[in-house]
Structures are given as C-alpha cells and as structure tokens.
C-alpha cells in the first residue's frame, strides 16, 4: 500500500548540485520518518539523512553542510537538496520512511520498512 518514489538524480560535474524528491503515498504522512540512503557498488547501504515528522533533521557527517533534506506535508514529499558534489557521492540514492522509528534507530535501514526504487546520482568530470 505505502510507495515511495524517488526522481531526480542524473549526472553532475564535482561541485555541482542535485536536489531529489521522494513522493510518499498511502501513509499517514504527517506522522511519517523520512530518511535518505545510499549505496555504492561494492558498498554497504550508508545513512544519509533524516527528517522527522516535527522536522527535526539529521545528517551523516560526510554530507554535513552540503546537503539539505526538507519535507512537503501538504504536498506528501520529501526532498533532498544536494550541493557542492564530490565523487565519493556517487550512489544510488533510496528514499526509506516509516511511521515507527525511534530517534535512536533513525540512521539505521533496517528500522524502515518502506523504500523507493533508487535514483542514480553520478558525479564525474
């Protein structure tokens, strides 16, 4: 019922920025934990950020002060405003909510039970 689908990504030169949206349906959105994950080839699914319902946000500390997530309630979206670019960025970007996670398991996938389908985000010159 609950599906989480993520645009936005594409490819970018290094320092250059993206911002991806996350469209939530089928949830009660207003009380619903969004968060961003991603993963690399090769690599284990990594925390990104989160938003809380109250709009408390939470960053890795790999993506502090360049990226920014924000959430739409009105609108059941999610987004995550992405700047200053590096390579090491390069993943596939997944949307993940849930409406039960506690702030001590929000940077943890597996405590979400509801993802999108990815957006690949390159940066490269």
């Known amino acids: 019922q609950v599906q989480l689908v993520e645009s936005g990504g594409g490819l970018v030169e290094p320092g250059g920025s993206l911002r991806l949206s996350c469209a939530v349906s089928g949830s009660n959105f207003r009380r619903y934990t969004i968060a961003w994950f991603r993963q690399a080839p090769g690599s284990e699914r990594e925390f990104v950020s989160a938003i809380r319902y109250n709009g408390y946000t939470y960053y890795a500390d790999s993506v502090k002060g360049r990226f920014t997530i924000s959430r739409d309630n009105t609108k059941n979206m999610a987004y995550l405003q992405m700047n200053s670019l590096k390579p090491e960025d390069t993943a596939v970007y997944y949307c993940?909510?849930?409406?039960?996670?506690?702030?001590?398991?929000?940077?943890?996938?597996?405590?979400?039970?509801?993802w999108g389908q990815g957006t690949q985000v390159t940066v490269s010159s």
């Open positions: 993940a909510g849930d409406t039960g996670v506690i702030l001590s398991s929000i940077r943890s996938h597996e405590h979400y039970d509801n």
